[in-house]
């Protein structure tokens, strides 16, 4: 069964850094782009990054470029988002996406 299971989130200052990851099992990411999406309360559901399935491709949300990088670890089936310098705005449920299937998301909160 494919699953893709988020980790890496929780309380961090502003300024701080934490690196999600996104673990893939009952299938091969080998082949497939990746996208880390992002939810705050009372906010739609938007993008944040995506990465090609070699990674040689990478696309930002205007809002975190400069300080977010997402990579991928095909070996490990793991794809990642560093984020550096967060800021109060990028509290949020981050959850990542392979065509049609989600994780069920990490809370990610910045708070001082």
């Known amino acids: 069964q494919l699953q893709l299971v988020e980790s890496g989130g929780g309380l961090v200052q502003p300024g701080g850094s934490l690196r999600l990851s996104c673990a893939a099992s009952g299938f091969t990411l080998d082949y497939y782009a990746i996208g880390w999406f992002r939810q705050a309360p009372g906010k739609e559901r938007e993008g944040v990054s995506c990465i090609s399935s070699s990674g040689g491709s990478t696309n930002y949300a205007d809002s975190v470029k400069g300080r977010f990088t997402i990579s991928r670890d095909n070996a490990k089936n793991t794809v990642y988002l560093q984020m550096n310098s967060l800021k109060f705005e990028d509290t949020a449920v981050y959850y990542c996406?392979?065509?049609?299937?989600w994780g069920q998301g990490t809370q990610v909160t910045v708070s001082s």
């Open positions: 996406k392979l065509r049609q299937y």
